[in-house]
């Protein structure tokens, strides 16, 4: 699948450091997305959502700190958006968490009786 970063050019800011993290960003999405058109994303998207969480705080940081000090007259309203994504992608990170441990009880009782 074609990245979403080579696809977006909004993401694309021609500092190469902020580029290649933009790319790194998008690979595991990119990962998920393939998983899904095969039907295996299942087993990756506990994978994909961890590593994205740890992946958005080190860039968005780093994305924050280059933006204040060149700055970025929006920088107060980027950083929402930063806010918003590490927050949705925890809660679905905390819901895939839910939904598996759920599961495994489940399949525990049924095993055991």
């Known amino acids: 699948m074609e990245n979403a ?5 909004l993401y694309r800011l021609d500092i190469e ?4 993290q933009h790319r790194q960003l998008f690979a595991p999405i990119a990962e998920l997305h393939d998983a899904m058109a095969h039907g295996t994303d299942r087993q990756i998207m506990g994978q994909v959502l961890r590593e994205l969480l740890a992946y958005i705080h080190i860039h968005f940081t780093h994305e924050e700190a280059l933006l204040a000090h060149y700055r970025y007259p929006e920088l107060t309203t980027h950083k929402e958006l930063h806010v918003w994504f590490v927050q949705h992608v925890h809660d679905r990170d905390t819901r895939f968490r839910q939904v598996n441990t759920a ?3 489940e399949v525990m009782l049924l095993l055991n009786n």
């Open 17 to 20: 450091d902020i580029d290649e």
């Open 103 to 105: 599961l495994r009880r």
């Open 5 to 9: 970063f080579a696809r977006n050019q």
